[in-house]
């Protein structure tokens, strides 16, 4: 077993092929690929975990020749569904040296300097979400894990405040994305329901009158959206910021996948009261251009985090007495990847004001699909896109019109899209996050509507 981690001629021989392959995935434009059944791959690519090994150039022959092409590339220009991606080169290219350092960045002892570059890009993230200097925080395998630590840390917060209630509770919408629900199961938390106005958003208003009506028992948290995942709208960030310090309630606020917009002059506006969150998420595997996966968690006032978060062992001695900055204080995980340092390096490498073009430029392809919609004698938009999702419908077309639709779509390899529900209808979305998606992969969706 020892030749597993001996560098021998093999290995040699092994490590050009792999970096080929790496170097002729971000070099060359690569296919849609397709949605393939588990019994078509067992087919395929049988049995390949057995005692004696298959061997590196058989494990990558099929990868390359059966896996890969089954696996849908997210970074495709025509891939937009769900909330696709679209790492730079530097990102991903940086994302290989990450693997091979074998970094662990849980504390500062044996981190340091991965997460004084990580701290650099959390930095730069929390200016433009507006909070203060002494803001800090994590960065967090994805949306999910986020919302969850920074529930946690809220409630946290309110237990050593207040007697513990029958039940603890925050304060949502129903467009709130789905891992809110999942952090209140997890947690074992109620989720009070606010009325959503009519483009999905909560409101400041909206809010304070549940809140009036219901008495907020137990309540601990208001969780707002900065770019909804379904219809890609922010909520009323400082009608909500409003309430919350009225009430002395923890404002979180998703921006997973709307929070680059942020960068952007043409929406910063809708942003306003972001501010005044005491915990924000964005995730940079989706808008900012990273590889999966990452998070960036934000705390107004890191020190609650780390009073919820940190872990006592009696290996932890030297590490917890240190002053120093343990990102493991600041999310419910311990060891973690250096997942923040792929964004870190491709911002260094291209600066700001190219990340802020990028996510502009995603802007303005997203109105001009809409105006594209708008002229579609059968397509109707639902609403104008506040960041780079659009909704639309194809008159007359029925839920399972939609599915095929979608199915044709991939099958033919114009493009990867998903039908969602509006309003309990079933509709078409586009979801925009790539630079290099063009009103040519746009028409050529649209023009199979007709």
């Known amino acids: 077993m020892q030749f597993m981690h001996e560098y021998t001629d093999e290995t040699e021989e092994m490590a050009r092929a792999l970096v080929a392959y790496a170097r002729n995935r971000i070099a060359s434009a690569q296919p849609l690929d397709n949605v393939v059944p588990a019994t078509e791959l067992d087919k395929r690519a049988g049995e390949t975990v057995t005692a004696s090994g298959i061997g590196w150039e058989e494990a990558l022959r099929l990868w390359g020749e059966v896996l890969a092409p089954a696996t849908i590339s997210t970074d495709h220009p025509a891939a937009l569904a769900f909330v696709p991606g679209a790492p730079t080169k530097a990102s991903v290219l940086f994302d290989l040296i990450v693997g091979a350092s074998s970094t662990i960045a849980a504390g500062w002892i044996d981190g340091a300097g991965a997460i004084w570059a990580e701290n650099q890009a959390l930095a730069w993230l929390a200016d433009a979400a507006g909070m203060p200097a002494s803001a800090g925080g994590v960065f967090v395998s994805g949306g999910s894990a986020g919302n969850l630590s920074a529930l946690v840390a809220a409630r946290h917060a ?76 922010v909520d009323d960030l400082d009608g909500v910021a409003a309430v919350c310090a009225e009430r002395g309630l923890w404002f979180h606020v998703d921006g997973a996948y709307g929070g680059a917009g942020l960068l952007a002059p043409s929406v910063r506006g809708l942003y306003h009261g972001i501010e005044r969150a005491d915990s924000f998420i964005v995730d940079p595997h989706k808008w900012l251009f990273a590889p999966y996966d990452a998070c960036a968690l934000l705390y107004r006032d890191p020190s609650i985090a780390r009073r919820a978060h940190r872990q006592e062992a009696s290996y932890l001695d030297t590490s917890n007495a240190a002053p120093d900055w343990n990102p493991a204080d600041y999310a419910y995980q311990l060891s973690r990847r250096a997942r923040g340092l792929p964004l870190w390096f491709s911002l260094a490498t291209y600066g700001t004001d190219a990340y802020r073009e990028a996510v502009e430029a995603v802007l303005s392809l997203t109105r001009q699909t809409a105006a594209l919609v708008q002229e579609h004698p059968k397509l109707e938009l639902i609403m104008e896109p506040e960041l780079s999702v659009v909704l639309f419908r194809r008159l007359d077309w029925e839920p399972e019109d939609y599915e095929a639709w979608w199915r044709r779509l991939v099958d033919a390899q114009i493009a990867f899209v998903q039908p969602t529900s509006w309003n309990g209808e079933k509709v078409a979305r586009l979801c925009f996050v790539n630079p290099r998606t063009t009103l040519d992969h746009v028409r050529a969706i649209l023009g199979t509507m007709s």
Do not use: K, Y
């Open 158 to 233: 309110a237990a050593a405040e207040r007697e513990r209630p029958l039940r603890w509770r925050f304060a949502a919408c129903e467009t709130v994305h789905s891992s809110v629900a999942a952090a209140a199961r997890v947690m074992d938390v109620d989720i009070l329901d606010v009325p959503a106005d009519e483009h999905g958003r909560l409101t400041g208003d909206a809010l304070r009158r549940t809140l009036d009506a219901d008495g907020g028992e137990g309540l601990f948290a208001v969780v707002a959206s900065a770019g909804a995942t379904n219809a890609g709208t």
